[in-house]
């Protein structure tokens, strides 16, 4: 099993996706972990920190004598810094995805994510689900699918960027 670092528009997409959908007035995504109990209302800075911690942990486990951060796939906690912020940018911008996309986009980000112990019981893990619960919902408003964000090798973009 490989795994890599998706890209950073991809977690931002995935967050931005939950933020825009919660059901709350707080603008907060609730999120029930189903093994410790616990629920959690995660704003979306808080999401994106999230999702971006259990990729980097994943290829850190999965890849450990690569390098020190992301198991290689970043070289400094300064290109660390660059990926998360700009995770943190694309999470606030609209990304006009189908419901269908969303959940290729999860499917993607769980595997690229579950080589840390425990991956079932992470906050990741129930964010990741609750995202995906939330985009299944949605496909019954939503007009059939046009997938609008291609898979690159690297994980989801949108067309424009997955063929440059």
Known sequence: ???FLVPA???GALAGFAY?????DDDLT???NRVTNESNDYSLGTMVAILVRANVDSLQARYPHHGDIAGGFLDSERALGHYDLNACASAILKHDLHPVDI???VDCLMYQCDNVPDWESSE???LLRTINDL???NLGSQPPAKVT???SGRGFLPNEQASA
């Open 103 to 105: 959940c290729n986009m």
């Open 124 to 126: 990741a893990y129930w």
């Open 30 to 32: 609730r999120v029930v």
């Open 149 to 151: 964000w291609d898979y």
């Open 135 to 137: 985009a299944a919902r």
């Open 9 to 11: 528009q991809h977690i």
């Open 20 to 24: 825009d959908n919660c059901e709350n």
């Open 1 to 3: 099993m490989s795994a």
